[in-house]
């Protein structure tokens, strides 16, 4: 009987604790929700690794014009 008590305890303690967290994330995350915080992490992913693939481009043709290399490479 005290084991039971005590696992239910436990439970309910862990859900309280599970709750106050749940609720701590949202409202750190802002009124926006998590949908859009991770819809604005993604674009921001995607934005830097463009930027990343404009650069490699253009070094590749800085690259290509000291090596005196007209040509553009084949895909």
């Not at 439970?11 to 859009?36: D, F, Q, T, Y």
């Not at 490699?56 to 553009?72: C, F, K, T």
């Amino acid at each position: 009987m005290i084991k039971r008590l005590f696992w239910l305890a436990a439970g309910a303690a862990i859900g309280v604790v599970a709750i106050r967290k749940v609720a701590a994330m949202k409202s750190a995350v802002g009124p926006e929700g998590l949908n859009r915080a991770v819809g604005r992490l993604t674009d921001t992913v995607a934005d830097f690794a463009d930027a990343m693939r404009e650069g490699m481009h253009e070094r590749e043709n800085d690259l290509r014009a000291a090596l005196g290399i007209d040509s553009e490479p084949r895909s």
